[in-house]
């Protein structure tokens, strides 16, 4: 599901300098860093950076008693030598201690280390982060390194996505007429606009029927946060130029959206039903622009027919590895429901942090929510995704009170939006662990032993030796103890309790179940006592014993168990190598599996289609195509992950859920894929449909840490999800000549990016979204420069000094016949820039 072990970085340190004593005296503000990539080697398998040391202090940086700490998301090889120490703290943790021959660094001097990586660095999130100095006379103090800078050099770089690609790529798609477009996405079942509008201003009434009565209330304060004109809401007689939200028949969920110059009547026969198509009328309202000097604004004449293709359209947010405030879980809410979007999976808690109260167990949020430096674990996690040192820090010391939550679950039931919690299980349970630990010794302190054990969640005896995805050695809880599962019913019965607080139903938990590595349990004295009593094979049997005790608690209080896919697997053994495959014992439970293992090129391509024509009930969360925190393309200034591919705007767009091979293009490091990876993988029969719940996007937060590189992340790509999990089957997925197909599917995606530029940009704006500005892709030809972007509706500025682009610079109108270095930028409507782009004339 997530990064994968995949680099190694030896460190070698040439250090030529002069010794120096009295270590805590160095200002360790005046210690600059640089990082920088170099190149690849050994055909792409090894890659070659620099960390470069510089000392800005009037004194040497010493030679001894110091020790650097910072996180990488790849494994670094632990080393010892004369000059330097390498080590791994624990996850993505290192340390590096100088040797015995290391010499400090005089004033103005600078030492480079060499970082040999054995794979191949993408882009600048490769980078270390979270850099600090501890003194080994203070070893409790981190003290932050302030001076470090990313510096990468893609002139060094292989294989990467040109401004020539972009432009070639941007090429392919001539935009639509604005006046032919669909005002409105994801695209409705039916839609006809006629001539004239409806004005909606101060003297418009919403007229309801008395069950919708909720969401006349919504609209009534919506469109008064939009354009300042404030609604009155009556369930009396349908009146001439007003809103009228009637009740009829239709199928659950559906509606019909009519807008005339006399009034616009929107129908459903649920508070759902009616929902979507206030959301409907709120796109078709933002996509006009207010009368100037009058509160008034003016919606086009249309009448739509529609309906949610999916029932479950889901997004999933981590807010474990980085935290997120509620201000923007909210707005991210909001934007779910615009482009009706069903179900909010919540990562609320992970290996690095534990992100929700729950009464009677504090250290889960005192211990659990809080990072920094630490040597023992018991006030606070080890830092992680490049946090820092400082558990002061507001986003150190982050998670959502019970009040927060219910806030949030009101604020989501309002939307028609379902709260899904994650309590992260088996595995990447260590902030959880960590927190009850620091219980135990507190109470054992006390002489407690009965309330220290209550809620263990390890075996204190446990020899096992493992390695977790990210590199963590003590993150999965011991299934053979009791214990857990107090605690796991604990959580279970408080966020029951949040739930009733907040009126909102709790239907499902989702438990994680994910990425429990091998060697776990296998030397844990009270799990291999388990597997003798209840003669087990092995300690491989412990999986199945787990998901039978979640069941057993949570059917009585009728949640059904959600997971990740690994929850409907189990392990066996294929010529001595180990093999996953479904498990048939919970094919027939209420089992929820989110599945997102089908990474094209890594050989489970079919997974998702096996588990549902296994009987599980699936929801298709493909890291190939729905996993917003992979970069957008293969740029060394596009942030993300790649390990499971490259994921652009088409990724989302392309999808086919029932048969996403027959659209697959390029293989997870972003080649062309060959057909013949797909030859012998299971496809979804007809049963198998039948298990299809919906679709979800994730996005993970490893990379992640503010809010506004997580709406660049987000969008546009969101839109492009919201498209395939709501509109009905489009043509060009339905038509088997290969021919035709492709035309329909240029025409269509044509369509779409124009409205995406012209329509939906204009409508995020709006709302101060900071969403993807796309790079401007550039094209030199006899000494012209020729200039575009991926979607219309940007305007290109462009500088010919050295200086980035403003809008006050030079307007790109026709290509460029200036001589020296050019750099280019797209601009928004609201004056917003995106990268830059910089060539050679």
């Not at 309801?208 to 304060?221: G, K, T």
């Not at 949040?498 to 239907?507: D, E, F, G, S, T």
């Not at 168990?561 to 010529?575: I, N, P, Q, R, V």
């Amino acid at each position: 599901m997530r990064l994968k072990k995949c680099l190694l970085i030896a460190f070698l340190l040439p250090f030529v300098a002069v010794a120096q004593k009295g270590a805590t005296t160095y200002p360790v503000k005046d210690l600059h860093v640089k990082w920088t990539f170099k190149e690849h080697q050994n055909r792409n398998k090894q890659s070659l950076s620099l960390l470069t040391f510089i000392n800005k202090a009037a004194q040497p940086f010493p030679a001894a008693n110091w020790s650097l700490y910072f996180n990488s998301m790849k494994e670094i090889e632990v080393k010892t030598s004369d000059q330097l120490i390498i080590e791994q703290v624990n996850g993505d943790l290192f340390r590096i201690r100088p040797g015995k021959s290391f010499k400090a660094i005089n004033k103005g001097d600078s030492v480079i280390l060499d970082m040999v990586a054995l794979d191949e660095i993408v882009n600048f999130a490769d980078a270390p982060g979270g850099l600090y100095l501890v003194w080994d006379n203070q070893p409790d103090k981190g003290l932050k390194i302030e001076h470090y800078d990313v510096e990468p050099v893609e002139k060094y770089l292989k294989n990467v996505v040109s401004p020539l690609d972009t432009y070639n790529r941007n090429s392919k798609f001539i935009p639509k007429d604005k006046k032919t477009l669909i005002k409105l996405l994801p695209t409705p079942v039916f839609y006809e606009a006629r001539p004239g509008n409806f004005s909606v201003n101060a003297v418009t009434s919403i007229n309801s029927d008395p069950a919708f009565r909720n969401e006349a209330e919504y609209l009534s304060n919506e469109l008064f946060n939009l354009f300042k004109i404030k609604l009155v809401v009556s369930t009396g007689a349908s009146k001439e130029k007003s809103i009228q939200l009637v009740k009829n028949n239709l199928p659950e969920d559906e509606y019909q959206l009519e807008i005339t110059a006399q009034s616009i009547t929107l129908s459903a026969s649920n508070a759902t039903g009616i929902f979507y198509g206030l959301q409907s009328l709120k796109s078709l309202l933002l996509a006009n622009s207010p009368v100037k000097g009058a509160k008034t604004v003016l919606v086009s004449n249309v009448s739509i027919k529609d309906a949610p293709r999916f029932k479950y359209r889901g997004l999933m947010l981590d807010v474990a590895r980085n935290f997120h405030p509620k201000e923007e879980v909210l707005r991210i809410l909001d934007l779910m429901a615009l482009y009706k979007l069903d179900v909010f999976h919540f990562h609320i808690t992970d290996d690095e942090a534990w992100r929700i109260e729950i009464p009677g167990l504090p250290e889960l949020t005192a211990i659990g929510a809080k990072r920094g430096h630490s040597l023992t674990n018991e006030n606070a996690l080890q830092p992680a995704y490049s946090s820092g040192p400082d558990t002061t820090e507001v986003l150190n010391k982050a998670f959502y009170t019970k009040a927060d939550f219910v806030e949030i679950l009101k604020y989501a039931a309002q939307r028609h939006i379902e709260v899904i919690p994650e309590i992260e299980s088996p595995g990447h349970a260590r902030a959880a662990i960590k927190s009850m630990d620091t219980r135990y010794s507190r109470f054992m302190a006390k002489g407690m032993r009965a309330e220290a054990e209550q809620y263990l969640l390890r075996d204190i005896n446990d020899k096992s030796v493992y390695s977790s995805a990210q590199y963590w050695n003590d993150n999965i809880v011991c299934v053979a103890l009791p214990s857990v599962y107090t605690f796991l019913n604990k959580v279970t019965e408080s966020l029951q309790d949040i739930y009733r607080q907040a009126h909102v139903p709790l239907k499902t938990i989702h438990f994680g179940g994910d990425e429990v590595p091998q060697g776990v349990w296998e030397k844990s004295p009270l799990c291999l006592e388990l597997v003798k009593q209840a003669k087990m094979k092995s300690t491989d049997d412990l999986w199945s014993y787990y998901v039978s005790k979640l069941q057993s608690m949570l059917k009585p209080k009728g949640i059904v168990l959600s997971g990740w896919e690994e929850f409907g697997m189990m392990k066996t053994y294929l010529d001595g190598h180990k093999l996953m495959v479904p498990n048939p014992l919970f094919a027939n439970d209420p089992v929820q599996l989110d599945v997102w293992n089908n990474v094209i090129g890594g050989g489970t391509e079919d997974l998702p289609y096996r588990l549902a024509n296994g009987s599980y009930k699936v929801v298709l969360t493909c890291s190939s195509n729905f996993y917003l925190d992979m970069a957008y393309n293969r740029s060394l200034t596009e942030p993300g992950h790649y390990w499971a591919g490259f994921v652009n705007m088409e990724k989302l767009f392309s999808f086919i859920p029932y048969d996403y091979y027959k659209n697959a293009k390029e293989n997870n490091k972003g080649e062309p894929v060959s057909r013949s990876v797909f030859v012998g993988k299971d496809r979804l029969t007809d049963f198998g449909k039948s298990n299809i719940l919906g679709l979800k996007a994730a996005l993970w937060t490893e990379k992640i840490s503010n809010t506004e590189l997580l709406e660049f992340m987000l969008l546009p790509r969101l839109v492009g999800f919201a498209e395939r999990a709501w509109a009905a089957d489009p043509a060009w997925a339905l038509e088997k000549d290969s021919v035709k197909s492709e035309a329909a599917y240029e025409d269509s995606y044509t369509d779409f990016k124009t409205r995406v530029g012209l329509i939906e940009f204009p409508k995020l704006d709006q709302g101060g979204w900071n969403y993807r500005i796309p790079p401007v892709g550039v094209k030199v030809t006899n000494g012209e420069i020729a200039g575009n972007t991926e979607f219309p509706g940007f305007n290109i500025y462009y500088t010919t000094n050295g200086k980035e682009p403003a809008v006050k610079d030079k307007l790109y109108t026709s290509p460029i016949k200036e001589k020296g270095v050019v750099k280019l930028r797209a601009f928004n409507a609201k004056g917003r820039g995106g990268n830059t782009t910089t060539v050679q004339n």
